[in-house]
């Protein structure tokens, strides 16, 4: 996958070796977790002054953009199945389980000022890859930034529950509205009940109800080509 070009720069500087290194630098952040990251906290975690951070990336946003795209990068999804809703599991899996470990990864992932040419490079090697299968492009296109933008949605969700939760010592049960006042709020209880003790069970479902559509596309580009 290729690595975004974006406000930094791995050039050596002149004087002592560098003791960190940009790709360092975005793998300490994907790690400390990037809603809550400064450049401070940043150069604690790696053992070097903040200041030093800056002969990598001109700032947080920088290192922001560059972890994104490191990440998203890395995955590793495509199987040697030949099947795409195997191919289209596996990389619904990678994405779940990148975004689920990285905190604030699937909110940055999504937000058009973290973008990179190489997050897009991704993209577009994804619609290449299923426009094997027979989907045309942009099908395929809908397909893939369906599955990225619920996988993330999900997960960035979550986190915000919990994160909502923890400040105001809360359970997610208190969160709910209260049923006993109507009993037209209960299916929506049962589902958020379904969506806090089983998020992945609630995720394979939504990825179900994707392949499945994506499968009627691919047959509609099928019937109009025969």
């Known amino acids: 996958m290729p690595q975004p070009p974006n406000e930094v720069s791995q050039k050596p500087s002149r004087g002592r070796p560098a003791r960190i290194s940009l790709d360092d630098i975005a793998d300490a952040a994907l790690h400390l977790g990037l809603h809550d990251l400064t450049m401070t906290s940043l150069g604690d975690h790696l053992g070097v002054r903040h200041s030093a951070l800056y002969r990598h990336a001109k700032d947080r946003d920088a290192v922001i953009r560059y972890a994104v795209a490191r990440a998203i990068g890395k995955l590793d999804w495509q199987t040697s199945q030949g099947d795409w809703r195997s191919e289209a599991l596996a990389l619904g899996h990678a994405l779940w389980d990148l975004f ?10 999504q937000d058009p000022r973290y973008q990179s040419e190489a997050g897009a490079a991704s993209f577009c090697e994804a619609v290449e890859h299923f426009m094997s299968f027979g989907f045309d492009e942009i099908d395929a296109a809908i397909f893939m930034g369906s599955l990225f933008d619920m ?6 969700t979550l986190q915000r529950f919990e994160e909502f939760a923890k400040q105001n010592d809360s359970q997610f049960q208190d969160l709910l509205p209260d049923t006993k006042a109507t009993d037209k709020l209960e299916i929506m209880q049962r589902d958020m009940e379904v969506i806090v003790t089983d998020t992945k069970a609630w995720w394979r479902k939504k990825m179900a ?6 499968e009627q596309m691919i047959l509609t580009t099928n019937e109009h080509q025969s």
């Open 151 to 156: 996988t993330a949605d999900m997960v960035a």
């Open 209 to 214: 109800l994707l392949i499945s559509g994506a």
């Open 100 to 109: 689920f470990t990285t905190p604030g990864l699937a909110d940055f992932a």
